[in-house]
């Protein structure tokens, strides 16, 4: 295993309004995930709802849902939880608000190691 960690900012105080949306800049995989597993770190403040979701690339043009993240989650001071990936060159992420009556504030990071 390697001793090295990397960390990206995938979002940073992201204001989202109710049912609103945002997608981080793509990623270019092999530049920081050599093994197909990270973690991610959702901070989000205000009353909405949110999800994060994985997009990836093979092609690093058109980017298809790997997974979702985070699903359902509400005002917290910070939650991490590990993922794995499949192969791609390139990989973004999206947040949506989806409680529909309030806003949100989004933070989320990646990890590798």
Known sequence: MSQYAYSQTMFEDEVLAAGGTAE?????VNSIRPLGNFASQLKI???????AELYTSIN???FVLYETLWEDETATAGKIEGH??????KFKVKITETGGANGATVSLWIGVQ
């Open 24 to 28: 981080s800049a793509a990623i270019q």
């Open 45 to 51: 403040t205000g009353s909405g709802t949110v999800k």
């Open 60 to 62: 690093g043009d058109d």
């Open 84 to 89: 794995s990936v499949a192969v791609c060159l």
